[in-house]
């Protein structure tokens, strides 16, 4: 069973045998308008929490991506090179950024749970 948390700039970690894969939320894909570049991390980087681990690019804005959680990252989601667009149509499903080893699992406590991430958002509409 995988675990789904979140962080305050909309990122969200689902966890799942000590790898989380990583993306933005629906909530911030919506918020950037149609994505037009993402750029991936390299395979290999090493993370820590709250750095940034990726960059996107939309109609509206550029914006970095920052990791939920500290690791190394072990694949990247090469399928949003030719269609970045993914990330607006399943941005917390297909369209994951980059599976990520973790470090310490203690970091979660970092980290919000959907109905803390639900109630955050509430807040900032």
Known sequence: MSETYY???????KIKEGVAAVGITEYAAHQLGD???VE???VGKVVKQF??????ESVKAASDI????????????????D???????????????AWVELADLAELQNLMTRAQY???VRGLE
């Open 7 to 13: 962080t305050k700039e909309h990122e969200w970690a």
């Open 35 to 37: 994505v037009t570049f």
């Open 40 to 42: 991936l991390p390299q």
């Open 51 to 56: 750095e940034v681990l990726a960059a996107i």
């Open 66 to 81: 920052y990791a939920p959680l500290s690791g190394k990252v072990i694949k990247v989601n090469d399928a949003l090179n």
């Open 83 to 97: 269609q970045p667009e993914i990330v607006n149509e399943a941005a917390e499903d297909a369209g994951w950024i």
């Open 118 to 120: 639900d109630d955050y």
